[in-house]
């Protein structure tokens, strides 16, 4: 069993960044692929990034190319997503999740995920 707690959310203007931290523990979390994925009211749950165990290879959805930065520290087992230039349209929930299964690709889907955290709010305001 793995469990992951996010921290790291918050209230910012337009324009002004954020780092999410995703803190793992249990059974060797730092072997396992990682993602973000967020759900704004009203909407489903979304992608963000996904990153490899090593930390070489990563995936971002469009919307988030260019502004968000996802990383990790194994020896830390920690994950993180700095979050730049930020819009009202990043306002949501947003999760970590660990795939815990070996795939040739990184996962941009929330049922390949076995994982998840509780969550962190990020609210960015006009």
């Known amino acids: 069993q793995v469990q992951l707690v996010e921290s790291g959310g918050g209230l910012v203007q337009a324009g002004e960044s954020l780092r999410l931290s995703c803190a793992a523990s249990g059974r060797t979390s730092s072997s396992y692929a990682m993602g973000w994925f967020r759900q704004a009211p009203g909407k489903e749950r979304e992608f963000v990034a996904a990153?490899?165990?090593?930390?070489?290879?990563?995936s971002y959805a469009n919307s988030v190319k260019g502004r968000f930065t996802i990383s990790r520290d194994n020896a830390k087992s920690t994950v993180y997503l700095q979050m730049n230039s930020l819009t009202p349209e990043d306002t949501g929930v947003y999760y970590c999740a660990a795939d815990a299964r070996p795939r040739t690709a990184l996962a941009a889907v929330g049922s390949a995920y076995d994982y998840w955290g509780q969550g962190t709010q990020v609210t960015v305001s006009s």
């Open positions: 990153i490899s165990w090593t930390g070489r290879t990563t």
